[in-house]
């Protein structure tokens, strides 16, 4: 059974830090990751996608993905109290189904 | 509308009714994707469409669940001779062609007393 597995937190970084969010996924042939914010009481949106080893870089964003050890993760430089949310991660095997599994999310504050 | 259209936003009903929820995609959207979150809790799938077909109905927790789409928009799930644990909020999807959801509609939720 495919695995998403995510501290649920709460992480807590002071405003102006780097926010580091983890998750790790059991399903070895996992082709594309996926990263959706999710505000309290709100539906998701997704926020950035990666394919490939490596870092991705949008804005204050970076997801980095390590498919050797099987991890992904999301980079929120510069975290401001509105970036304060659950962040859920996506995992999505090539072939067969097309639907992602997702991790039951870490909840970020950000304090002022 | 240029988003996901849910309807209705809230819903209360009592334990043993039938409940029909729907769901308008983005214009244009063949995948659509209908997914669970209980208080507290992550995504849970239910069902997912490619046009009108639905190649994966694994998530269907029961057979009082049910799904159709049609005309390659408007979808509605169906839950009959609900349960207090059907309790959640009931989101939408949609992609363009498939893939990841992309766009998630407001959600309906629906609390079985």
């Known amino acids: 059974q495919k695995e998403v597995e995510q501290n649920s937190g709460p992480l807590s970084v002071p405003e102006g830090a780097i926010a580091s969010l983890n998750c790790t996924y059991s399903?070895?042939?996992?082709?594309?990751f996926f990263w959706y914010r999710q505000y309290s009481g709100k539906s998701p949106e997704l926020i950035m996608s990666?394919?490939?080893?490596g870092d991705k870089e949008d804005g204050r964003f970076t997801a980095q993905l390590n498919k050797a050890s099987q991890y992904v993760s999301l980079l929120i430089r510069d975290s401001q109290p509105s970036d304060s949310a659950t962040y859920l991660c996506?995992?999505?095997?090539?072939?067969?189904?097309?639907?992602?599994?997702f991790g039951r999310g870490t909840s970020l504050i950000v304090h002022p | 509308g240029a988003g996901v259209s849910q309807s209705p936003s809230n819903k209360v009903t009592e334990k043993g009714k039938d409940v029909e929820l729907r769901c308008d995609p983005i214009s244009g959207h063949t995948a659509l994707y209908w997914y669970r979150q209980r208080l507290g809790q992550g995504l849970e799938f239910l069902i997912y469409?490619?046009?009108?077909?639905?190649?994966?109905k694994s998530g269907l927790p029961s057979d009082r669940f049910s799904a159709e789409r049609t005309g390659e928009s408007v979808s509605t799930l169906t839950i009959q001779r609900t349960q207090q644990e059907d309790s959640a909020v009931y989101l939408c999807a949609s992609s363009l062609t498939g893939g990841e959801p992309q766009h998630f509609g407001d959600g309906t939720r629906l609390s079985i007393l």
């Open positions: 996506a995992v999505r095997t090539s072939g067969g189904s097309y639907i992602p599994t």
């Open positions: 990666i394919y490939s080893n």
């Open positions: 469409f490619q046009g009108n077909s639905a190649p994966d």
């Open positions: 399903d070895r042939v996992s082709q594309s």
